[in-house]
C-alpha cells in the first residue's frame, strides 16, 4: 500500500493503482473518453490529464500509476480549461448530430460536453470523407461520429482477439477501419457487438431492425410472435429506470401484449430443448463415442462465426445442436402453426436478443429455414426493444406481471442461466447426470462454473467417472482451451477437456454486444445475480422435466436426435477464411 | 618502398564537386613530377571545411591547405614532396574551430573497412571495458562524462543506463535510434555512413554495460547507404569476434541486428519505436512505464541516438572527465549540426557546447548567404523554436536554448533572413507535424490540424484577432495534453514566433500585408512603368507568360495567370517589378 495526496485528501492504495483509479476512492472523479474498465488504457482522448507537485508535465491519470506521496492536483482552472480545449477539438471532428443519433442521451461524447458547458462551437467544422459501414446487417460504423478512442480496436484485437477492426491512415485521417480498407462484412468481423457496447459515441451501433418490426406489427395478416432470451429479462432495466439486475420476465411479456405481438413466446423454452438435445449428444459421445470428445456448446452465433472462420480444427467437435431462439423459431412456425392452425407463412417470429451476432445467425445456413421459412424473421438487440417501449407510450414501471403463452413459453431454471457464463454448461450437466445416472444431483449449482475468470475448468464426478469441463468467455479467452484441445489431440492424448462451452462476450449473454451501455464486471456480476436467483426461484430446474418440452416431444418430435428433432433443432457448420476479399 | 604522403583532397565550393576531376589531374601532375609513388591522393566526402574551393589535406604532417587551384597544384606538390620552395600562403586555419569528436573519422577513413577504423583507435575501448572494466564502472565513466542523450529530449545517458542495468528482468535490449527525420538533418546519418564502427562499438558497450544481449539498428529504410555500410560493419565485427558468444574471450555475448523503419516521423519517438520494431503500428505508449524499464517486448531496453552511441567509445578511451572538460555547466562535450538555410556555408559541422549561436552561423558557416541581414535561427526542427537576431549570442546548450523557447532537438539549424516570412516558416514546420501526427491522441490530431487551419487563414490574408487568441488556447491544450513529444512540442514554432514576431503576425492580420511576399495570396506583383526600362527580362523569365504587352504601350503583370513566384522581382534590374 502506499500513500498519496489528491486534491489535499489523503488516499492510501495498493501499488501500482492509477491515479484515476485512486481518485475514484476519495469521490473525485476525473472525466475521461477512452479508459473503460475492460480495456487496458489507452492514453488517447489526452482528457483525463492531472497536476502532480513537482512534476514538469501534465499526467494522464488513467495510465499513470500513482506513486508514493504523490501529490496530485485533478481540477483547477487551467487543467478544466485544457480540458475544455481538448473536448471542443474532438467536437469540431465530429458532426453535430445529437438530436439524430442513436446514443442520444447515452453518447459520452455530449455528456461531457454538456458537463463542461460548452456552448458554442470555437473551431470550425472538420468534415471527415469516410465510408459508412452497414455491410453486416448486424453492426452500423459510422466513422465520422468516431472519435478515435480506440475502444473498439482494443475490444476487437485484445478482449475478442477477432483482429477485424485496426487503425488505418494517420494524423487527421487516421481512422478505425478493418485492414485493407475492406468492408466490415469482408473481415474476420464475427459480429459480436461488442465494439458497439463500447464505444463511447454513435460510431458503432447495433443495426437498427425496429422499422421493420413496427411494420410487422401493423400488417393485419401477420400473425406476430416474440420470444425473449434470458439476459435480456435482467438487463433491459438499466434503461427503464430500474437498478442492475432486476429480473423483469413478467412485466417484459406484458409489455409485448401491449406492443401488439399475438403471441408471447420465451427462447428459455428453447433453451430447455436445447439442453436436451445437446445433453443427448453429449451422453452419447461420452459413453459411447469418446472419440468425439470434447463436445463444444454453439449457442453463440459470434462464436460459431469464429471457429468458422479461425478453428476448422474443432469443427467435429462442435454441438450440432441450435440455439435456443432458433428452435423456438423453427418450432413456432411448425409445431405452434399446426396446433393453432396458423398458416407459418403469415407468422412473422421477432426475437429480441443481447447479441447482435443473432441478426447474422437467422440466415447463417439452410438449416435456419428448418420450417420452410425463415424460422425467425427478425432479431431486435435489448437495447432496440428498450427505444420500442419508450415510443409505444407503455408506463412500464406500472406494468402489471404477466404470464408467457403455452407451448412454447413455459421454461425452467436450467434454461434462465443460459444468459451467463458457465450457464449452459452447468444446464447441460444437470439433465446429462440425470441421463448417465437416472438420479437428482445432491448440489445442482455448479460454483466452478460460475464467475466471471476468463478460463472456468472443473472435474465433475458423474457415476464413477470425471466429466472434464472447461467454459471460456470472451473469445480471447477461449484460444487457451483450444490449444490445449489440439495439443493433446497432436499428441494422441487423452482430451484435457470433455465438455467446453463457450460465449463470445465477457460475462456470457449478459454482458453481450447488444446490451444497454456502461457494463462493467460489477453490472454484470448484477445481472447474472438476477438469473442465478431466477433458476432458484423455479420449481422445475431440470430441462428435461419442463412439461410443456415433454409434451412437445411426446406430441411431435419423438426421441432427442430422432428424425424430426435432426431436422428441427440441428444444424451443419462450414468453414472458409477468415477474410472474404 | 619509401613512405608515402597521403593527400585528402575535396572541392569545397558549394555549387559543385569536381572533387574527382582535380583528383585526376593532382594524380597526373604527380606522374609528371614522378612523385606519384611518394604520395596517395584520396577524395575525401567531407572535410568539415566548406567554400574554401580546392583543400588538400595532409595527414601525414596534418595541415591542410585550402584555396588551391589547378594551376597550383605543381607548386604545391614540388613545395610538400620535394621541399621545393613554400605554400605557406595555402595553409588553413579556421578561427573558431569546430570540435571533431563524433565525426572525427567521418571523411578520413574508408567506412567499409573496418582496419581503418582500428588503425584510430577503434574497439580498443571494447577491448578496454570488457578486460579492465565492469559494467558499473562504465556507467560510472559515463556519469562522469556528463553526456546527454544527443536525440533531443537531453537525458543523462547514464541515468537511463542504470535504469535498466538495475532491472530485476534480465532480458534487456539496445536500441540504436537511427530514425532520423527532422527536415534538413543528416547528422546520424553522416555517421552511420562515415564512422560506422564508432556506432557498433557504442552498441556493444551500452550492452555490456546494461546487460544487454541483444541490439537492434532501427535505421530509416530512406537510408539505403546508412544501412548498407552499417550491415556491412555488423559483418566485420561477427567476423573478428567483436559480436556475437563470448566477445574477445570475455564471456560476454551480444548480437546486433537491423530493423528498417518505413518513413513514419513519430517511430523515432521512443515508445513509438519501440512499437514498429514489435511489428506493430507505430503509435506512442503512455509512459510509465518507460522503456529501461519495460520496452521491447516488455524487456527493459534502451534507446539511445546514433550521435550519442558515436561518443561513448571515446569517453571509455580517454575518460569521463575528458568530455566533461568540454562544455557548458550542464551541456557536456560537442554537438552536431546540420546547417541549412539562408547561410553560405551549409552543411555538417560538430561544435563545443557553450558556442554560441553567432558564432556558428557568421563564424564557421560564413554568416548569411548574399550578405543580407539576419532574421532568425531556428533550432530542434519542426518541434524547435524560431530564436530572433537579438538572441543571437544565446549559447549553444540544452539549457540555453530551452531558456529562450528552443530546444537543443537532434541537431539541425537553420538560418533565415529578411525574406523570410515569420508566419509562413512555422507554417511550413507545423504542416510537417499535422502530416507526421500517428492519430493516436486528440490534442495532436485534432489540434495540429486546427491550428494550421487558423495559420493558412491568416497567411490567406483572412486571419481576425481571435485567430492568434485561438492559435495560444490550441497550442497549450497540445503542450499540455498531448501523448508525446511530437504533440507536446509541435506548436514550439508557432509560439515563438509570436512570441518574437508578434508585428509580422500583427500585419498579416491587420493589414493583410506579408513583408517577406511569401504569403503569396496577399502579395501582387505590378510593373512600374517610370522605372521600367522594356528590356523583357521579366517577359522571358515569366514561368507562366504571365506578362504581356509591347515597347510602345509597356508591359503588365496578368494576375490571374500570376503564380506569384516572384522571378520577375528577382530578375529586374531597374527596380520596377513592384511587390505590395
Redesign the interface.
Known amino acids: 500500500m502506499i500513500t498519496a495526496r489528491i486534491n489535499g485528501i489523503t488516499v492510501k492504495v495498493p501499488v501500482g493503482t492509477t491515479i484515476l483509479e485512486a481518485a475514484k476512492r476519495v469521490q473525485i472523479k476525473i472525466p475521461t473518453l477512452c479508459a473503460h474498465p475492460d480495456l487496458p488504457?489507452?492514453?488517447?482522448?489526452?482528457?483525463c490529464?492531472v497536476k502532480a507537485k513537482g512534476i514538469n508535465?501534465?499526467l494522464?491519470a488513467?495510465?499513470?500509476?500513482i506513486e508514493k506521496d504523490m501529490d496530485i492536483i485533478t481540477h483547477d482552472a487551467e487543467i478544466v480549461e485544457?480540458?475544455r480545449?481538448?473536448i471542443e477539438?474532438?467536437l469540431?471532428?465530429h458532426p453535430n448530430e445529437c438530436l439524430t443519433c442513436t446514443r442520444n442521451h447515452t453518447c459520452e461524447l455530449q455528456q461531457l460536453a454538456a458537463d463542461f458547458g460548452i456552448l458554442r462551437e470555437?473551431?470550425?467544422q472538420?468534415e471527415p470523407k469516410v465510408p459508412y459501414d452497414d455491410s453486416t446487417g448486424a453492426i452500423a460504423v459510422d466513422r465520422r461520429k468516431c472519435?478515435?478512442c480506440?475502444r473498439c480496436v482494443d475490444v476487437c484485437q485484445v478482449m475478442q482477439n477477432v483482429w477485424a477492426l485496426?487503425?488505418l491512415?494517420?494524423?487527421?485521417?487516421?481512422r478505425v477501419a478493418p485492414a485493407g480498407e475492406i468492408t466490415l462484412e469482408e473481415s474476420p468481423c464475427i459480429r459480436c457487438g461488442q465494439c458497439s457496447a463500447h464505444c463511447p459515441t454513435g460510431a458503432i451501433v447495433e443495426h437498427d431492425d425496429t422499422p421493420k418490426v413496427w411494420a410487422a406489427l401493423q400488417n393485419p395478416e401477420l400473425h406476430c410472435v416474440v420470444q425473449i432470451a434470458p439476459a435480456v429479462r435482467v438487463a433491459i432495466g438499466d434503461i427503464l429506470g430500474y437498478p442492475p439486475g432486476t429480473n423483469l420476465t413478467r412485466k417484459l411479456y406484458a409489455a409485448f401484449r401491449r406492443l401488439g405481438f399475438d403471441s408471447v413466446f420465451d427462447t428459455n423454452f428453447g433453451a430447455d430443448v436445447t439442453i436436451v438435445e445437446e445433453g443427448t449428444e453429449f451422453v452419447h459421445r461420452f459413453t459411447k463415442a469418446p472419440e468425439q470428445l470434447p463436445l463444444i456448446t454453439s449457442c453463440c452465433p459470434a462464436w460459431v462465426d469464429f471457429m468458422e472462420k479461425y478453428h476448422h480444427d474443432v469443427v467435429p467437435h462442435f454441438s450440432s445442436c441450435k440455439s435456443p431462439h432458433q428452435i423456438v423459431g423453427a418450432l413456432a412456425k411448425t409445431f405452434y402453426a399446426k396446433k393453432r392452425r396458423h398458416d407459418p407463412e403469415n407468422i412473422f417470429v421477432v426475437s429480441i436478443m443481447p447479441c447482435t451476432a443473432k441478426k447474422y445467425e437467422i440466415t447463417r445456413s439452410k438449416e435456419m429455414y428448418a420450417s420452410g421459412y425463415k424460422d425467425v424473421d427478425i432479431v431486435i438487440t435489448t437495447r432496440e426493444l428498450a427505444r420500442m417501449i419508450k415510443q409505444s407510450g407503455i408506463d412500464f414501471n406500472s406494468l402489471v406481471d404477466e404470464d408467457a403463452d403455452s407451448i412454447l413459453g413455459e421454461y425452467t431454471g436450467a434454461a434462465t442461466i443460459f444468459g451467463v457464463t458457465g450457464g449452459v454448461m452447468e444446464a447441460a450437466l444437470r439433465t446429462a447426470y440425470y441421463a448417465i445416472t437416472g438420479g437428482k444431483l445432491a448440489n445442482i449449482e455448479f460454483e466452478n462454473v460460475r464467475g466471471f475468470d476468463g478460463v472456468k475448468e472443473g472435474a465433475i464426478p458423474i457415476h464413477g467417472k470425471t466429466v472434464k469441463v472447461a467454459v471460456a468467455h470472451g473469445i480471447g479467452n477461449v484460444e487457451y482451451v483450444l490449444n490445449r484441445v489440439v495439443e493433446a489431440k497432436r499428441k494422441g492424448e487423452e482430451p484435457p477437456y470433455h465438455f467446453i462451452e463457450v460465449m463470445a462476450c465477457p460475462g456470457g449473454c449478459i454482458g453481450g454486444g447488444g446490451q444497454p451501455y456502461g457494463v462493467t464486471n460489477q453490472i454484470r456480476a448484477a445481472r447474472a445475480a438476477g438469473l442465478y436467483s431466477d433458476d432458484r426461484d423455479c420449481a422445475i430446474r431440470y430441462s428435461h422435466e419442463n412439461p410443456s418440452l415433454k409434451a412437445l416431444y411426446d406430441e411431435y418430435i419423438g426421441k432427442p436426435l430422432g428424425e424430426r428433432a435432426h431436422h428441427l433443432f440441428h444444424t451443419g457448420y462450414t468453414t472458409y477464411s477468415e477474410y472474404k476479399r | 618502398m619509401s613512405k608515402q604522403t597521403i593527400f585528402l583532397l575535396r572541392d569545397t565550393s558549394l555549387t559543385q564537386d569536381n572533387t574527382r576531376d582535380f583528383q585526376i589531374l593532382f594524380l597526373k601532375i604527380a606522374r609528371d613530377l614522378g612523385v606519384e609513388d611518394s604520395i596517395q591522393a584520396v577524395r575525401a566526402s567531407d572535410l568539415g571545411i566548406y567554400d574554401k574551393g580546392y583543400v588538400v589535406k595532409d595527414l601525414n604532417n596534418k595541415i591542410t591547405y585550402a584555396n588551391i587551384q589547378e594551376t597550383d597544384i605543381e607548386k604545391f606538390l614540388k613545395a610538400t614532396i620535394k621541399g621545393e620552395g613554400s605554400v605557406d600562403e595555402f595553409k588553413y586555419t579556421a578561427d573558431k574551430c569546430q570540435l571533431r569528436i563524433v565525426l572525427r573519422n567521418c571523411g578520413l577513413i574508408d567506412p567499409e573497412n573496418i582496419e581503418e577504423y582500428m588503425a584510430q583507435q577503434g574497439y580498443c575501448a571494447l577491448a578496454k571495458a570488457l578486460t579492465e572494466m565492469t559494467p558499473e564502472t562504465v556507467i560510472d565513466e559515463m556519469k562522469k562524462s556528463g553526456l546527454r542523450g544527443r536525440g533531443g529530449a537531453g537525458f543523462p545517458t547514464w541515468m537511463k543506463w542504470s535504469f535498466a542495468r538495475n532491472s530485476l528482468d534480465e532480458t534487456r535490449f539496445v536500441v540504436c535510434n537511427a530514425d532520423e527525420g527532422d527536415p534538413g538533418a543528416y547528422m546520424d546519418r553522416s555517421i552511420l555512413e562515415g564512422d560506422p564502427h564508432a556506432v557498433v562499438e557504442g552498441m556493444i558497450l551500452a550492452g555490456f554495460a546494461i546487460g544487454a544481449q541483444r541490439g537492434f539498428f532501427y535505421i530509416r529504410a530512406e537510408y539505403p547507404l546508412a544501412i548498407k555500410r552499417i550491415e556491412t560493419a555488423i559483418e566485420q565485427a561477427y567476423e573478428r569476434g567483436l559480436l556475437g558468444n563470448d566477445i574477445l574471450g570475455s564471456g560476454f555475448n551480444f548480437d546486433l541486428e537491423i530493423r528498417l523503419g518505413a518513413g513514419?516521423f513519430?517511430c523515432g519517438e521512443e515508445t513509438a519505436l519501440i512499437e514498429s520494431i514489435e511489428g506493430k503500428?507505430g503509435?506512442p505508449r503512455?509512459r510509465?512505464p518507460f522503456p529501461a524499464d519495460k520496452g521491447l517486448w516488455n524487456h527493459p531496453t534502451i534507446i539511445n541516438n546514433v550521435e550519442t552511441l558515436a561518443t561513448v567509445a571515446q569517453i571509455i578511451n580517454r575518460g569521463g572527465e575528458w568530455l566533461a572538460a568540454i562544455g557548458t555547466e550542464k551541456s557536456k562535450g560537442t554537438k552536431v549540426f546540420a546547417i541549412t538555410g539562408k547561410v553560405k556555408n551549409s552543411g555538417l559541422v560538430e561544435i563545443p557546447m557553450g558556442m554560441t549561436l553567432g558564432e556558428v552561423v557568421f563564424g564557421i558557416a560564413g554568416g548569411v548567404l548574399g550578405g543580407r541581414k539576419l532574421m532568425a535561427v531556428q533550432t530542434g526542427g519542426p518541434s524547435g523554436g524560431v530564436i530572433p537576431l537579438k538572441l543571437i549570442d544565446t549559447k549553444v546548450s540544452y539549457e540555453h536554448l530551452a531558456e529562450v523557447g528552443s530546444i537543443m532537438g537532434s541537431g539541425g539549424l537553420i538560418v533565415m533572413d529578411e525574406d523570410d516570412c515569420m508566419v509562413d516558416i512555422p507554417r511550413f514546420y507545423l504542416r510537417f507535424c499535422?502530416?507526421?501526427?500517428?492519430?493516436?491522441?486528440?490534442?495532436c490530431?485534432?489540434?495540429?490540424?486546427?491550428m494550421l487551419?487558423i495559420l493558412d487563414r491568416i497567411a490567406e490574408g483572412k486571419g481576425v484577432e481571435a485567430d492568434l487568441q485561438?492559435l495560444q488556447?490550441?497550442a497549450?491544450?497540445m503542450q499540455?495534453?498531448?501523448?508525446c513529444a511530437l504533440g507536446?512540442t509541435a506548436p514550439n514554432p508557432v509560439l515563438s514566433t509570436m512570441k518574437y514576431f508578434p508585428e509580422e503576425y500583427r500585419q498579416h492580420v491587420e493589414d493583410k500585408k506579408c513583408r517577406a511576399g511569401k504569403c503569396t495570396k496577399m502579395v501582387q506583383y505590378t510593373i512600374d512603368q517610370t522605372h521600367c526600362k522594356k528590356c523583357k527580362l521579366c517577359v522571358v523569365n515569366c514561368p507562366v507568360g504571365a506578362i504581356s504587352g509591347s515597347r510602345e504601350a509597356g508591359y503588365v503583370v496578368d494576375q490571374v495567370k500570376c503564380i506569384k513566384c516572384g522571378t520577375c522581382y528577382e530578375v529586374c534590374k531597374f527596380k520596377a517589378i513592384v511587390r505590395k
Request: glycine share 10%; charged share 25%; hydrophobic share 35%.
Open positions: 488504457a489507452r492514453a488517447s482522448c489526452g482528457i490529464i508535465k501534465m494522464r488513467c495510465c499513470t500509476p485544457i480540458r480545449t481538448v477539438l474532438i469540431s471532428k470555437s473551431f470550425p472538420i472519435i478515435l480506440g485496426s487503425f491512415d494517420r494524423g487527421i485521417d487516421a | 513514419a513519430v503500428r503509435t503512455p510509465p499535422v502530416e507526421e501526427s500517428c492519430g493516436k491522441c486528440a490534442p490530431r485534432i489540434g495540429g490540424f486546427q487551419k485561438q488556447r490550441i497549450k491544450g499540455k495534453a498531448s501523448l507536446q
